[in-house]
């Protein structure tokens, strides 16, 4: 069965740094895309930066510049890194993954059909 689990959110103040990670399983880690979403109260949810071996990384306007996303392909870990966090960035972040080949925006929700369970970020001012 394919697995992803998000972890690493927390409360930190605005101008801090916060690393999640998102443990996978259950499939061939290279062949896949990943994404990070999240999801503000009363709010759309909106990608963050995602990345395929193929592709590259991607990154929203609000992300670039702020925000890494990496891998560890031997923990079959995807992960973002989050500095100079705004309160504006608070929301339950998730992680998604479909196959790299699939057709679809790498931003658009809708294309992922595997989700891990979301873990909450509160950046305070």
């Known amino acids: 069965d394919v697995q992803l689990q998000a972890s690493g959110g927390g409360l930190v103040q605005a101008g801090g740094s916060l690393k999640l990670s998102c443990e996978t399983s259950?499939?061939?880690?290279?062949?896949?895309?990943f994404c990070w979403f999240r999801q503000a109260p009363g709010k759309a949810r909106e990608g963050v930066s995602c990345?395929?071996?193929?592709?590259?990384?991607f990154y929203s306007d609000s992300a670039k510049g702020r925000f890494t996303i990496s891998s560890d392909n031997r923990k079959n870990t995807v992960y973002l890194q989050m500095n100079s966090l705004k309160p504006e960035d608070t929301a339950v972040y998730y992680c998604a993954a479909d196959p790299m080949f699939n057709l679809g925006d790498f931003f658009t929700s809708a294309r992922y059909d595997y989700w891990g369970q979301g873990t909450q970020v509160t950046v305070s001012s």
């Open positions: 259950g499939f061939t880690f290279d062949d896949f895309a």
């Open positions: 990345f395929t071996k193929l592709d590259g990384t």
